[in-house]
């Protein structure tokens, strides 16, 4: 099992649509948890830290579920410039490690 | 912008040569994250350094080494360059909760 698992997609959706993204985790001892986004050719950029009781910040909400090992980024409202890809990330249990997933492609159309 | 600067933004090399990439932390971060990246991949971790210390290492082969200086900012070495090694190689610092921001990459291109 990989340590950190991501639907590939793509996800095609229409203007305006919401979209959920899902990820999992192998180590149960991990602590962090993040959401980056990352443009073609671009770095990757921090989209939200995802925090024990779940946070929102607009039109995006991360939520995490520990008995699952289980993350969730859902976009509402979805507009063309959140078309990217979307990376899972985890840190590697008691240290600043970071796990990477391979990430969810997204195209937004008009 | 995160404050992470990298350079050179885009370099070519021949195979077996060796080539140095820099990086610059973002002020105040002591722990710097090299990673590869593979065009349709996911960043795959090479190593970190802590306080001038390496501080966990990814799957990567010794040619590949790195340092860290007093100041935190931290070069990446490759050795004996492989057609392989032909990525995006990006540079994080890490904040005091564990987040990384990026810098904007170093295309390497091997031939």
């Known amino acids: 099992r990989k340590e950190v698992e991501q639907d590939p997609g793509p996800f095609n959706v229409p203007e305006g649509a919401t979209v959920a993204f899902n990820c999992t985790y192998s180590?149960?001892?991990?602590?962090?948890f993040f959401w980056y986004r990352q443009d073609c050719r671009k770095e990757p950029k921090l989209l939200m830290s995802v925090y024990s009781s779940g946070n929102e910040d607009g039109r995006f909400t991360a939520q995490l579920n520990r008995a699952s090992q289980y993350i969730s980024l859902l976009i509402r409202d979805s507009k063309l410039s959140d078309s990217a890809t979307y990376l899972c990330v985890v840190n590697a249990g008691n240290n600043r490690k970071l796990i990477w997933g391979l990430g969810t492609s997204l195209a937004v159309n008009p | 912008e995160t404050g992470v600067t990298q350079s050179p933004t885009h370099l070519i090399k021949t195979r077996g040569q060796q080539v140095t990439l820099r990086c610059s932390s973002q002020?105040?971060?002591?722990?710097v994250s090299w990673y590869q990246q593979a065009l349709g991949q996911g960043p795959q971790f090479i190593f970190q350094y802590y306080r001038e210390e390496e501080n966990g290492r990814g799957n990567f082969p010794p040619r590949f080494s790195g340092l860290q200086f007093p100041n935190y900012s931290s070069e990446l070495n490759v050795n004996a360059l492989e057609l392989d090694d032909s990525a995006l190689y990006l540079c994080?610092?890490?904040?005091?909760?564990?987040?990384?921001?990026f810098g904007p990459g170093t295309r390497l291109t091997v031939t």
């Open positions: 180590n149960s001892a991990s602590q962090s």
């Open positions: 002020s105040g971060h002591n722990t």
């Open positions: 994080a610092s890490t904040s005091y909760r564990g987040e990384q921001y």
